[in-house]
T-cell receptor, first 117, second 114 residues
């Protein structure tokens, strides 16, 4: 899962297995969450999002689960493929707070997923 | 649309020189973001614009950093003078809205200051 520190958390899985990448977010007021995938040498690419009024959302081969009680987000990838190898980031949107009109999108540190053939 | 376009893709410069990074957002997107990515600090938001107006620049590390958005299709991030600790990958992103929709990222500019 995500963590603060110098080294990215890593997850290694066999091709065809399911992957679960975890993320702990910090702000209980966050109302929107996004998972991004970043391949080497490229910019982050949107995978799936979820709003705080939901606890599960499914896409093609991916599912995001949101547990607001423990401020936890997970990304499940079904039948993981070599092309899924990348760094995965979760991002949380913090809404404007009292006295400010500013909302912010904060990114976690990322998890390196490696898929072995 | 070709997506968010950044230039240059790579920049190597000497300490003390001025560096200008460029970004063309996706047409019709009202928000533009500049991020910096390093291994130490991950992805950090430097500044974002809404309708060409800077809204939040609290992430800009120092006065050496400045960003402009003269029109809806172009933004620059300038570092003057550059320092070795500015070495990072700088991403530009754009989105239709803020807080309820994803941002689309460019390919980034890898800056190396020697």
């Amino acid at each position: 899962g995500e963590s603060v520190g110098l080294h990215l958390p890593t997850l290694s899985v066999q091709e065809g297995d399911n992957s679960i990448i975890n993320c702990a977010y910090s702000n209980s007021a966050s109302d929107y969450f996004i998972w991004y995938k970043q391949e080497s040498g490229k910019g982050p690419q949107f995978i799936i999002d979820i709003r705080s009024n939901m606890d599960k959302r499914q896409g093609q081969r991916v599912t995001v689960l949101l547990n607001k009680t423990v401020k936890h987000l997970s990304l499940q990838i079904a039948a993981t493929q070599p092309g899924d190898s990348a760094v995965y980031f979760c991002a949380e949107n913090t809404p404007p707070h009292r006295g400010s009109t500013l909302g912010r999108l904060y990114f976690g540190r990322g998890t390196q997923l490696t898929v072995w053939p | 649309d070709a997506g968010v376009i950044q230039s240059p893709r790579h920049e190597v410069t000497e300490m003390g020189q001025e560096v200008t990074l460029r970004c063309k957002p996706i047409s019709g997107h009202d928000y533009l973001f500049w991020y910096r990515q390093t291994m130490m600090r991950g992805l950090e938001l430097l500044i974002y614009f809404n309708n060409n107006v800077p809204i939040d620049d609290s992430g800009m590390p120092e006065d050496r950093f400045s960003a402009k958005m003269p029109n809806a299709s172009f933004s620059t991030l300038k570092i003057q003078p550059s320092e070795p600790r500015d070495s990072a990958v700088y991403f530009c992103a754009s989105s239709l809205a803020m807080g309820n929709t994803e941002a689309f990222f460019g390919q980034g500019t890898r800056l190396t200051v020697v």
